[in-house]
């Protein structure tokens, strides 16, 4: 729908640019051709608020401002009728002419590229409501900070609601976003775990996300030089990096991510035992109250975690380092944790049992491509992570699902069927994929996190 309309009303303008700029003096059939035109944008602008896809809540906004604009400009035109026509300068009709297209580009670029997705359907009891907070931690400096200051992770709650003062407590799970990713991009599966008696914390992790706020209150955007380098060693460009400095950068990613996603669990712990908050906590959305009957429902002994690609990888190594870990899924994340060191140059592969259930998704394209990848790694003395702990996992699941590609594991598809192309979204109904996604992933926390049934899965679905 954005896109139609830009399209139209770029047109429109555009052809009454050219026609001007090969008229002379301005005349009164230049200013009815103007009239026109504003009067067909104006036309086009109206008809797209009544139909369906316009009344998008994302969209209304952005029509209505561009009506504004348009009657604007009509009651301008209109105060020129009677007046001295002069001379164009093509040049000031074309700088108009453009001024105008982008800034129709500027409000109807939002509306095409994001939907007005607002979630899944949930299949449990509860009502989902949402909390959030930002957690200070004063041990670490920011490594991406010039100034010195302390690590800040935020955190985002999703539980069912009205269950304060009930004597049995929400299994806790935590959700680590992707590289250059968001806490939202699983929303569908966090409201579809809180409906059914979970309590979800979502984080962000600074400048590996796309975007975040601070506790100043300042919006903090991806690091550019970590996102260089994870598109480059992730690309065919990756053969740039030997394997030391390989290695060298897996561990820092993790190191960074793993101490945000323990720094959090310790918290949560933290105030659990003491039904208060300390110093760490920054409230900026919601009172000490709410948090404390958010984490007064939570079971922080019974705690899951899980991922998106990069955060798939962090929840893995964690379900290694900590004992309170009882299950984990990694949602198509390579497990970059697993590598322990480098021999004949060659990165080095965890060997050890794991010691956790953990359940992992892998797109379609990689499912069909794995076994020939897997035969040429072996052949240079290599081995590949993920294969490797599911090896020796004793409760190990792998599937995947038909027709996907790496951002149909997330809720972005959905939001933006744009940049979900543009990432990596395949042919797979994202709706009926994600669907899928949070189904299993309910069954296997209420299996290890609420000890209901035994869990099985199917190679593909």
């Not at 069927?417 to 994929?433: D, I, K, Q, Y």
């Amino acid at each position: 729908m954005g896109l139609t309309v830009f399209v139209v009303l770029a047109g429109l303008e555009i052809a009454l640019a050219i026609w001007t700029c090969t008229r002379g003096r301005e005349s009164s059939a230049q200013r009815k051709a103007r009239l026109v035109v504003r009067s067909i944008q104006l036309a086009v602008v109206i008809i797209a608020l009544l139909v369906p896809a316009g009344q998008q809540w994302r969209f209304i906004p952005v029509l209505c401002f561009l009506v504004v604009l348009l009657v604007i400009s009509m009651v301008v035109a209109l105060a020129k009728r009677g007046k001295e026509g002069k001379s164009h300068k093509p040049a000031a009709v074309i700088a108009s002419c453009v001024a105008y297209v982008l800034i129709t580009g500027i409000l109807t670029i939002p509306a095409f590229l994001f939907t007005g997705y607002d979630g899944l359907p949930t299949s449990g009891e509860y009502r989902v409501v949402q909390a959030s907070a930002i957690l200070v931690d004063e041990s670490r400096i920011d490594p991406f900070e010039l100034d010195g200051s302390a690590r800040e992770v935020p955190v985002h709650f999703y539980y069912p609601a009205g269950t304060e003062g009930r004597e049995d407590e929400f299994p806790l799970v935590v959700f680590s976003h992707g590289a250059f990713g968001y806490y939202q991009s699983n929303t569908s599966t966090y409201e579809e775990l809180a409906s059914n008696g979970y309590v979800v914390a979502a984080l962000d992790h600074p400048h590996h996300a796309f975007f975040t706020t601070d506790t100043d209150g300042r919006t903090v955007i991806v690091d550019q030089g970590f996102l260089n380098t994870a598109l480059e060693i992730s690309s065919q460009d990756a053969t740039k990096f030997d394997a030391h400095e390989q290695l060298a950068i897996y561990q820092d990613w993790m190191t960074l991510r793993t101490a945000d996603v323990s720094f959090v669990l310790d918290e949560l712990k933290q105030a659990d035992r003491s039904a208060a908050l300390d110093v760490s906590w920054h409230l900026a959305d919601n009172s000490e109250s709410e948090i404390l009957a958010v984490l007064d429902v939570a079971d922080v002994a019974r705690i899951g975690l899980m991922g998106h690609s990069m955060g798939g990888a962090t929840s893995v190594e964690l379900g290694r380092q900590r004992e309170d870990v009882s299950a984990v899924v990694c949602l198509d994340g390579t497990m970059l944790g697993e590598y322990t060191g480098v021999a004949d140059g060659i990165l080095a592969v965890d060997e050890e049992p794991y010691p956790v259930p953990v359940l992992e998704f892998v797109n379609w394209e990689t499912h069909n491509e794995l076994a020939q990848s897997m035969e040429e790694l072996h052949a240079r003395g290599g081995k590949y992570p993920n294969d490797e702990l599911m090896r020796n996992a004793e409760d190990g699941y792998t599937t995947t699902i038909r027709d996907t590609l790496h951002m149909d594991f997330t809720d972005l598809p959905l939001l933006s069927p744009t940049l979900g192309n543009m990432l990596g979204s395949g042919n797979r109904n994202t709706v009926e994929a994600m669907t899928i996604v949070n189904s299993l992933v309910l069954d296997f926390f209420d299996c290890y996190l609420k000890e209901h049934g035994s869990f099985t899965v199917e190679e593909a679905y």
